[in-house]
């Protein structure tokens, strides 16, 4: 008991377990956990050692260090406006975007130093290049070519740092002040123009139909007065044919009558009546009927001159009988 209580006021006992204890705590901080989407590259004494993946590992203490730690998800960097040149000699300002992502956390370790810079000043040249072989209106519309020619470029380039170039994109154009002015004016002119052909496509079209819709009116008016032509034909030559046949008919009773020439010869002098109304002032009587004709103008002409004598005494009469 007085051993075990002396060992406890001993100072060397209480610094001894002072170094266990800290040896432990230094032993614990050298565990170290790899997450998710990372990789660490690991020195041995200067040289690289082992690349660790995802788990629980142990660095040892005084030989290994942890020289980078990388992330091996993909990355988006936003580069600012660089000054181009176009071979018709127009200067831009045009900013890109890349998209990344590292396959070989070795070999983006101890690749390239400071590598996004270096990606930022390979994007820059690699650009200058190809804009310098376009026209303008080529680097305004051909944006898909340029991405697509600058991702091939850079991906070759960054192969040997370990990093894949997954995407390039353009993010703006902004072409000189006065550039940007005659765009819009030619911009806006194309619009107007546009417009005027719509407005001229549109008064043609309606022309169109209006000429179109008065051509099948006036087929349509036709047909009808040709479908009114006809029926009128068709009524007047029924009504022809009734009265031919009434006609036919009436000469078939006649015939049947047995009717003698006096009959025959009044029904010519009824015939010529009805001559003598028209506008003619000429008529051309048959032989047989100018003896009919002369008895009766005769007959006429007494009855006509006895209508005024008979007038006159009745006259006469009414004025004796008022006396």
């Known amino acids: 008991m007085l051993y075990s209580l002396s060992i406890y006021q001993n100072p060397a006992f209480w610094v001894t377990l002072a170094i266990i204890i800290i040896v432990l705590v ?53 580069f600012d406006p660089q000054p181009v040149i176009t071979k018709d000699n127009v200067t831009m300002q045009i900013d890109t975007v890349v998209f990344f992502q590292i396959t070989d956390p070795k070999l983006y370790t101890y690749g390239v130093n400071y590598p996004i810079k270096a990606i930022e000043n390979l994007t820059a040249t690699t650009l200058r290049n190809i804009i310098g072989d376009l026209e303008l209106d080529e680097s ?107 006609t036919a008919k009436g000469i078939g009773l006649i015939k049947e009558a047995g009717a003698d020439e006096a009959f025959l010869r009044l029904e010519a002098f009824k015939a010529m009546e009805k001559v003598a109304e028209g506008q003619a002032t000429k008529l051309i009587i048959p032989s047989d009927m100018q003896g009919m004709v002369g008895m009766a103008s005769t007959l006429a002409e007494a009855f006509d001159l006895k209508k005024p004598e008979k007038i006159s005494m009745d006259k006469a009469k009414s004025s004796s009988a008022k006396k």
Do not use: C
């Open 26 to 78: 230094y032993l614990a901080t050298r565990f170290t956990i790899v997450t998710q989407a990372n990789r660490f590259i690991v020195e041995r004494l200067g040289g690289y050692y082992v690349t660790w993946d995802v788990g629980i590992h142990f660095l040892m203490p005084f030989v290994d260090r942890i020289k980078m730690k990388v992330s091996i998800k993909e990355q988006v960097v936003d």
């Open 140 to 246: 305004l519309t051909s944006r898909d070519v340029i991405n697509e020619r600058m991702r091939s470029i850079l991906d070759e380039a960054t192969d040997p740092w370990g990093i894949k170039i997954n995407r390039v994109e353009l993010k703006n154009i902004i072409p000189p002040k006065d550039i940007r002015e005659a765009m819009e004016k030619q911009m806006r002119a194309e619009r107007e123009k546009r417009q005027s052909i719509l407005i001229a496509e549109g008064n043609k079209r309606s022309a169109i139909l209006t000429a179109e819709g008065e051509r099948e009116s006036q087929i349509l008016r036709a047909d009808g007065e040709k479908q009114v032509r006809i029926l009128e034909a068709e009524g007047k030559s029924q009504a022809i044919l009734k009265v031919q046949s009434a």
